[in-house]
């Protein structure tokens, strides 16, 4: 005879080994390093990892646990080559977290437009051609019907931002794109508040000539995310000599010594308290400036991740400019449907939330055309083993007669229902044939 105290969820009661996720850790011109991350709670010391592109095994290697419960395996792929990638392991515990679905598509450039007369090189030198189509244009010669063709516009220290050009701004985030204000140092603070208030109540103040040093990154925040891997103790951070005091109720980038803000901003309006030219800040010189300024580009176009889960909800913007009635479909080798879509100037968004149900790879597809691929993976907090505690007044002494009392209570709770039910039934009746029967 057995005294049950706790009963472990399937996924814990069978060996079982789990591809967890997978990330991007370090990107070049020619190769991508691929990270993917496992966990078990077997004895197992190593055991044999694949990868595939669509059906076709390019790499296997062994990861090795030593005696731990995780650990993590690396592959290198070529970054000038799509990938349907596929990464699998053999086990015989629970079969829907042996397999990791992922894609590398050649994403599509993004259009960045420059526009102010001072100096953009440190621009052209982030938004390079192989990413991006970078444009610069003086406010003098500005074509304001090209704005709503881009996916980010940097307004490089404009010291007066025209009504016009405000207007053609919110058209532009209302659409799905972004812009980034720099400020000039002698910047007319009314002009920027025009725009910058309708982001997050974002507001310019008073300017303020004090040397500061920039001395906080949110490395949360989305432009930072997955760009410090580990804290760094001798960083030097810029300097600024003058600055605009910002209020804001939007999510702060980078702060100054001070506590205030230096950037910030979402994923469509980016606000600078402060010019970036030589002779106020060192900025242009920090470590900082690629990724602050290439995120924003990066996340001005909503672009598939490497992955997504079933369940959640993402949104993808495809460039395309779609006719009336025309649809984009999503489909794999099994399966078709068409998700909620909505049409932008010169783009479509489309967002996901209750399909697909299945985990695979799906093409994107407009009139049997396939513009990309996105890839869906199975929640792998299914896989995470916990122990349930049974009620300590439990007095079954055996697994069958555990099983059986269950099954008794739930009979016991089934009838109570049923009870409910037909006395309200005849309460009704009861009522009906006292009205008719007068």
Avoid: C
């Amino acid at each position: 005879n057995l005294h049950i105290k706790y009963i472990k969820p399937y996924s814990s009661f069978i060996a079982n080994t789990s591809l967890d996720s997978i990330f991007i850790s370090n990107r070049t011109n020619e190769n991508i390093e691929l990270i993917a991350y496992l966990s078990t709670n077997t004895e197992e010391e190593s055991i044999p990892v694949s990868l595939f592109d669509n059906d076709k095994l390019i790499a296997k290697t062994a990861a090795k646990f030593n005696g731990s419960k995780k650990t993590e395996v690396s592959f290198t792929l070529n970054a000038k080559e799509a990938i349907l990638g596929k990464i699998t392991i053999s086990d015989n515990g629970l079969s829907y977290d042996n397999e990791f679905y992922f894609n590398i598509d050649k994403n599509p450039k993004i259009k960045v437009l420059a526009i102010g007369s001072s100096p953009s090189g440190f621009l052209e030198r982030i938004y390079t051609d192989d990413e991006f189509v970078f444009t610069n244009s003086t406010l003098d010669q500005l074509n304001y019907s090209s704005i709503e063709n881009q996916d980010l516009v940097v307004l490089n220290e404009i010291e007066n931002l025209p009504s016009s050009l405000v207007t053609a701004l919110r058209t532009l985030t209302k659409n799905g794109g972004s812009f980034t204000l720099i400020p000039a140092v002698k910047g007319n603070n009314n002009s920027y508040n025009d725009l910058s208030s309708a982001h997050s109540a974002t507001q310019y103040g008073n300017s303020s000539a004090q040397e500061l040093s920039i001395s906080e990154i949110k490395t949360g925040h989305p432009l930072f995310q997955n760009v410090f891997d580990k804290k760094v103790s001798n960083f030097q951070y810029p300097k600024i000599n003058e600055h605009f005091k910002i209020s804001t109720k939007g999510p702060v980038a980078i702060a100054l010594q001070n506590k205030a803000p230096y950037l910030v901003g979402d994923s469509n309006a980016y606000f600078f308290s402060a010019a970036l030219n030589d002779n106020n800040s060192n900025f242009i010189n920090s470590p900082l400036i690629v990724p602050s300024f290439y995120n924003m580009g990066v996340n001005s176009l909503k672009i598939p991740p490497l992955y997504a889960n079933l369940g959640t909800d993402i949104s993808v913007e495809i460039p395309l400019n779609l006719q009336q009635d025309d649809i984009i479909k999503i489909s794999s080798s099994v399966n078709e449907f068409i998700p909620q879509q909505r049409i932008l100037p010169n783009k479509v968004q489309i967002n996901f939330t209750e399909n697909p149900k299945n985990a695979g790879i799906y093409k994107v597809v407009h009139n049997d055309s396939i513009l990309r691929h996105i890839s869906f993976n199975e929640n792998r907090k299914e896989s995470e083993l916990l122990y349930s505690p049974l009620p300590e007044n439990n007095s079954s002494t055996s697994i069958s007669n555990f099983f059986l009392e269950s099954q008794k209570n739930n009979a016991i709770n089934e009838f109570w229902k049923w009870f409910a039910i037909l006395a309200l039934v005849f309460v009704i009746i009861e009522t009906l044939l006292q009205r008719f029967l007068k």
